[in-house]
């Protein structure tokens, strides 16, 4: 689709485009959309920080038909259940459920 608009209307028009399109989502709300990208990785590194085992994601559940499917999982660490999180993709899930879980284990640590 770039392509299309770079041939058609120009450098700008598409630099604008992928502006619009991906560079002010991703900024929306102070950059919380990229801070939220990658929970895993976070999750990992506040876990080998204080020599904890890496998490382990588990699939839970998955409902819905295949073009719009739910998928539940979990993330465990050291054996806990630590949180859940859902998602349309097993991706999206496995970040929902890292972002839970380094919530509680901040919440935790500050304890």
């Known amino acids: 689709m770039i392509a299309a608009i770079y041939l058609d209307s120009?450098?700008?028009a598409a630099r604008e485009v992928l502006k619009r399109a991906l560079?002010?989502?991703a900024l929306e709300e102070r950059g919380a959309r990229i801070a939220d990208s990658d929970r895993k990785s976070a999750l990992q590194e506040f876990l080998q920080g204080r020599g904890q085992p890496p998490a382990e994601y588990?699939?839970?559940g998955e409902s819905?038909?295949?073009?719009q499917k739910k998928f539940r999982i979990e993330v465990w660490i050291a054996g806990v259940c630590m949180a859940g999180g859902e998602g349309s993709t097993k991706k999206e899930a496995e970040q929902r459920?890292?972002?839970?879980?380094?919530?509680r284990l901040e919440v935790t640590a500050k304890d």
């Open 23 to 25: 560079f002010e989502w």
């Open 58 to 60: 588990r699939v839970v």
């Open 64 to 67: 819905g038909p295949d073009h």
């Open 97 to 103: 459920a890292a972002r839970m879980a380094l919530e």
């Open 10 to 12: 120009g450098l700008e």
